[in-house]
T-cell receptor, first 111, second 117 residues
């Protein structure tokens, strides 16, 4: 069955520290993978996406993600977190007709 | 580019009334739009897929007579919550699909907070 797992429900990172949010997927074909960010009371903003090619994908706001087929993972990273990065992060896999979302990871940033 | 708007952003209504939510793709044409519902602290639940000029496809468990979807043009889809009840209170988010080649990306609206009294 198709699914997306985000193992970490809540992560707290100090401002200026590095960040890695984990995402694992289960999908039979070549996946289209996405990371979205949601601020409280807002819609989702696309951070980055992977369709094919280079497995290291650069996104907006200094985020990047690496697709690792052998591990069925698409982890999101940022070298230095800013307080404004505090939000909910969703990983998703595109099936060609719809998106399957993980349950999300809440990122808190401490000063 | 790829901006999706929703209107209204927030609505409060009395039980038994109907509420219409609009979703517009502002700078691209979207043959397909999606409607999601999000409960507090939870992920998005797909309610239905809206295709321009045809009937919407509803996910299992979603009442099509209660959640009416119309996709009359390539830039506009509407969700009408009919005879709303307090349990329909939620955050409703739409997305519009932009397709380039075989790959497609969904761009999301800012959401509509519905409160039914």
């Amino acid at each position: 069955a198709q699914s997306v797992t985000q193992p970490d429900i809540h992560i707290t990172v100090s401002e200026g520290a590095s960040l890695e949010l984990r995402c694992n997927y289960s999908y039979g074909a070549t996946p289209y993978l996405f990371w979205y960010v949601q601020s409280p009371g807002q819609g989702l903003q696309l951070l980055l996406k992977y369709f094919s090619g280079d497995t290291l994908v650069q996104g907006i706001k200094g985020f990047e993600a690496e697709f690792k087929r052998s591990q069925s993972s698409f982890n999101l990273r940022k070298p230095s977190v800013h307080w404004s990065d505090a939000a909910e992060y969703f990983c998703a896999v595109g099936t060609g007709t719809a998106l399957i979302f993980g349950k999300g990871t809440t990122l808190s940033v401490s000063s | 580019g790829a901006v999706v708007s929703q209107h209204p952003s927030r609505v409060i209504c009395k039980s038994g009334t109907s509420v219409k939510i609009e979703c517009r793709s502002l700078d691209f044409q979207a043959t397909t739009m999606f409607w999601y519902r999000q409960f507090p602290k939870q992920s998005l639940m797909l309610m239905a897929t809206s295709n321009e000029g045809s009937k919407a496809t509803y996910e299992q468990g979603v009442e099509k007579d209660k959640f009416l979807i119309n996709h009359a043009s390539l830039t506009l889809s509407t969700l009408t919550v009919t005879s709303a009840h307090p349990e329909d209170s939620s955050f409703y988010i739409c997305s519009a699909r932009s397709r380039v080649g075989r790959a497609d990306t969904q761009y999301f609206g800012p959401g509509t907070r519905l409160t039914v009294l």
